[in-house]
């Protein structure tokens, strides 16, 4: 399995992939920026700390759910429309390790872009925050405990979440239904309850979503093992 995941980390642009994560990372600081900049909007968002961690929650989930779906769309989703990935069922390679190899790709970067941004825009928010004093409320070991502990939850269900795509993109190879569909279950899960809540909030969402996600790559994985070509 670990040179199936070398092999296909090869064939990736890591360059690439980095600077990706650096200008998701730099949009979203950008945005924290920008309602520093409005009043009105630095007295309405910018409030207290929870308001911030609910925002950078949203922004980092949502972009690296829907950059997962590029991914996929890449790494599976085209190889099966294109037919190439049958070059490599012919290889004495097992089906199912191949697939599970990709899938494990994804779903681990996932999960440390999630845990790195939440790392690097809190900390560039804090820097900030000490030069524009946006918030005056203190951060407490307590709350960076327990933001932590909540990151590493998030960034499991997020390496989940980022695989249910797969369900709608493999059924007729489409890489509009793998994107379209990852930024439609981001616009469910976000959506509010109230002004500082959404669904995402309740931490029985987000773990939910990360096991079904897993189970359903599991499903497809299965199926698709079996395809002839």
Do not use: C, W
């Amino acid at each position: 399995m670990r040179s199936l995941i070398k092999l296909e980390m090869k064939k990736m642009n890591i360059g690439s992939i980095i600077l990706t994560f650096l200008y998701i990372n730099a949009g979203i600081i950008g945005v924290f920026l920008l309602f520093g900049i409005d009043e009105d909007a630095t007295a309405e968002i910018l409030i207290n700390y929870e308001i911030v961690f609910m925002l950078m929650e949203v922004f980092i989930v949502a972009a690296f759910v829907i950059y997962a779906a590029v991914l996929l769309s890449h790494m599976i989703i085209e190889e099966f429309r294109d037919k190439t990935i049958s070059v490599l069922f012919m290889y004495p390679i097992n089906r199912k390790k191949l697939l599970v190899a990709k899938v494990l790709i994804v779903s681990l970067l996932t999960f440390f872009f999630v845990i790195l941004s939440n790392i690097f825009v809190f900390s560039s928010f804090v820097y900030f925050n000490t030069i524009f004093d946006y918030i005056n409320e203190p951060i407490t070991q307590g709350m960076v405990t327990e933001r932590a502990l909540r990151t590493l939850i998030i960034a499991f269900s997020s390496a989940g979440m980022a695989l249910i795509p797969l369900l709608f993109g493999m059924r007729k190879y489409s890489v509009q239904a793998t994107i379209t569909s990852s930024i439609l279950i981001i616009a469910v899960i976000f959506s509010s309850v109230n002004s500082s809540t959404n669904l995402y909030s309740f931490m029985a969402t987000p773990i939910s979503l990360g096991i079904v996600g897993f189970l359903i790559a599991y499903l497809v994985i299965t199926k698709a093992v079996k395809a002839d070509f």
